[in-house]
């Protein structure tokens, strides 16, 4: 089912939200999440008894949804960060950045320095959903417009981020267990954006406050660059972790880059 997309482009609206202290809910752990410098830096903690987590007030269908993150320093193992988009209901739709915890020094799935802020970027339009670390794509999935693989074109979607205990599968499959004397463990949030169609209740409308992400395919330079990303830096597929699907890896492992 096709959705009718209204494509207002409301420059007056600003593109949210850069200030935590808007537009976001603490859905658990709030008393491990700390909204500091007015609003412009938010943290999450996770400690033995609890992990924590925000979501954005706003659904959105579409966008290019921007955060810098600082992952948790130094050992993490056996913890979980993520940041996500994801659809409410028994069946759900999700994108999903996932940062499984490491051992001091050892580096984490995606980037290798996690001293520092970085830009993870979702951008979803009806073409395609890219994956951006720091302005590089390192992930794209397409609508093959194929009934086989599903791609979200219809359900709005929040922002949701969390930090949580995985330690029975996130480091070496289980072995590396969360070492809760460094605890609490913290990531940290920081200028989030959202270019987005948002979800206006009542109206059925989704208005954008900006629309040039709207059509935002690949180019050749661009997939060469993803492809040379995920040859050297990419060590943690889920697409061949047979032993997080025991029953079988998800549709479009055979369809995706
Ligand atoms: C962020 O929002 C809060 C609550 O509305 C406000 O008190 C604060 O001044 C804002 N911060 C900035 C940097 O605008
Ligand atoms: C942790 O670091 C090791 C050594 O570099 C690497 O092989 C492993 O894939 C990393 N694990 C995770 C979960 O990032
Ligand atoms: C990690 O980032 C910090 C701060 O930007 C920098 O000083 C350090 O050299 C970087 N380390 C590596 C291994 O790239
Ligand atoms: C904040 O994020 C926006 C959108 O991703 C980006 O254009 C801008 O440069 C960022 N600002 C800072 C200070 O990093």
New binding site residues.
Partial sequence: MKLILFLVVLPWMAVFARNFSQNFDLTWGSDRVRILNNGELLTLSLDKDSGSAFQSNNEYLFGKISVQLKLVPGYSAGTVTSYYLTSQGSTWDEMDFEFLGNLSGDPYTVH?????FHTYSILWNPHVIIFYVDGTPIREFKNLDSTKVPFPESRAMRIHSSIWNADDWATKGGLIKTDWSKAPFTASFRNISAQACIWAYGSGAYPCNSNSWLAKQLDAPSLERLMWVQKHYMIYNYCIDLKRFPQGLPLECAATT
Avoid: A, I, K
Wanted: aromatic share 0%.
């Fill in positions: 290798t320095n996690v001293t520092d």
